[in-house]
């Protein structure tokens, strides 16, 4: 089924412990499209300046991503700019200059309209609104955002939550949205804004699904080389929601498979710097790499006779 | 089999943002027998103060503990005041009154000396080796250890470890001891040192298990209502500890499962303050919370025809 995808393009500079690139492909539209390109055909809807190499552009069109919505402006690509230190788990960001993105409206192409499967990308929550309002009808509709949205445009966030299916967020953003320290009771808290589903990510430790009263926990492949986390997020994001597309059901099984492929293209796009590694990555190394998260996290009921304590 | 642990019996003064208690049962070793008595007895070597009331001497001889170990010195009981703050992975340590603890010197019952499985509480890596000198033939030695071990006496630690077949620690502590940010390669350091198993527990996401080439993920239980996150990882090893001793088999399959067991065991013992949690345990319901555990991981294998990407 049909799969939209509305989110940055970027040229990113980035410095980690283990090397640092200047002005790799980059943006969440970016990693989300090519991870989901692996399940099936992605429409993307985003911006880009003059100076955009055609390379990115001939990469993407080669992945299968249609680029009938992506926008090529006057000015130049967004820029982003930043480092981490061992602690990956946190990005500090040097620099942002948003350029053609300052004043990205989307804009959907006629046959991007009839898109099934839908997802928004972490922009203001008003221009995710807008693209919903041209969308006809979403059968299932996905939206991220971040700490700044959650602050300044609480209001505005809270009515593109009512018409979003699910939600993802990281740990801090769950507690900042729901109010509460403990996730669990700030994951409740949220499903009573609109998303059924909610996923909150814990970046090394995995992510948490939440659905009704339903938790489902999936761990993170530990990895011992691990050289860039920038787009694991949308990496994630987009092997779900390309899984989900390709399928065209979200009863319970199909979720939790979707939040372990999510967590197989990250695993995967954190392996080297911007999406070198996800270029040539390979469908056997994503259902390998499922496997192995099987295995991971494998293990056997208890026996009958177990316990010889007093009770 | 036969259980041994040495470690702490302390009377605990914690604050959490939920509420307080004054001196109310705690140390390492009490927790680990209590949690591990609901698979078998536990022999007990540790040391108390005159103070040391006997509601909590019948209480621990209600649990089948052997208490024959248990030293009472003239003198006061070790004494821990702690406050956790919102983010119940820290302890903040407001005071330590090691009192008779200060000089504990682990003598071992004869009846003890033919233990088979031996729990080494967190204590100076010197006395974990003085009571393992005094166990005739042990078929699995685990320890726990510290920060401040590690530290403050790396070289006696490095003896201790050549000497136990498991080692728990939590991520802090691995990456100090396996002198790596990564916590695969520095578990896999640590390896190298004794030790064929290697636990890093995680606070609120669980705990990774280390055997030669092979990992094991867990997922902590997500609590809606944590209370004191103290004796978490000594409940957990006595979980842990408990069912290995029970079966008297050490293969990949048995330590999975009780290293989920030990999961099992720690997301009770937070949910109160002090053991009152575990007092009131039942073996149904840890019966029922590894089912949970199960049900909270548990996703199906891929089909077979998955992938509509250009590859």
Redo the contacts between chains.
Sequence with gaps: MSLLVVGSIALDSVQT?FGRREEVLGGSATYFSTA??????VKLVATVGEDFPEEHVAFLA???VDLEGLERRPGRTFRWKGRYD??LNQAHTLATELNVFADFRPHLPESYRTSEYVFLGNIDPDLQRLVLDQVHAPRFVACDTMNFWIASKRESLLKTLRRVDMLFVNDAEARQLGGD?????AA?RILTLGPRTLVVK?GE??A?LFSGER??????Y?????FDPTGAGDSFAGGFM??LA??GREDA?VL??A???GGVLASFAVERFSLERLKSL??EE??AR?AEF?E????????TA??????
Aim: hydrophobic fraction near 40%; avoid cysteine.
């Design positions: 412990p989901a390109s692996f399940f099936g055909p080669g992945r299968g061992l602690d320290h403990n996730v669990v009771k409740r814990r430790y995995g948490l938790i489902f926990a999936a761990s993170a530990p990895l011992a080389s691990l390309g899984y390709r399928g099984g939790r498979r939040i372990v492929l390979t469908s994503i259902r499922y099987r991971l996290v494998y293990f056997d009921d208890l026996e177990l316990f010889g304590g007093p009770g």
